[in-house]
């Protein structure tokens, strides 16, 4: 079983920054991809963000020149970083551990979630 909790949501005004991050207490988190997603209400999961076991990193096309991930095995975390957040950001932010695979963009492909953090930006 894989625990993952994530951390650094809460309100931001439009334009500004926010630092995500997701952490696990799991020995083998090193061995998962870890994914971001968002969802807003009445809305599917969004997919935003992986990394691979080697820092790799892939972002949804239409956020991926605001977004920046990292990762840091040692700690068992990983790091988005969202950069010229508007209302629409807006949303609960879920991270999820997962074996590798080229369907990454889908929720199915990840078998453990947090508990998601709220994302809040002002207009």
């Known amino acids: 079983q894989v625990q993952l909790v994530e951390s650094g949501g809460g309100l931001v005004q439009a334009g500004g920054s926010l630092r995500l991050s997701c952490t696990t207490s799991?020995?083998?988190?090193?061995?998962?991809?870890i994914g971001w997603f968002r969802q807003v209400p009445g809305k599917e999961r969004e997919f935003v963000s992986t990394?691979?076991?080697?820092?790799?990193?892939y972002y949804s096309d239409s956020l991926k020149d605001r977004l920046s991930v990292s990762r840091d095995n040692a700690k068992n975390s990983v790091y988005l970083q969202m950069n010229s957040l508007r209302p629409e950001d807006t949303a609960v932010y879920y991270c999820?551990?997962?074996?590798?695979?080229?369907?990454?963009?889908?929720?199915?492909?990840?078998?453990?979630w947090g508990q998601g953090k709220q994302v809040t930006v002002s207009s």
């Open positions: 999820a551990a997962g074996g590798w695979g080229r369907r990454f963009r889908r929720p199915t492909s990840y078998n453990y």
């Open positions: 799991a020995r083998t988190f090193s061995a998962y991809m």
């Open positions: 990394t691979r076991r080697d820092g790799s990193a």
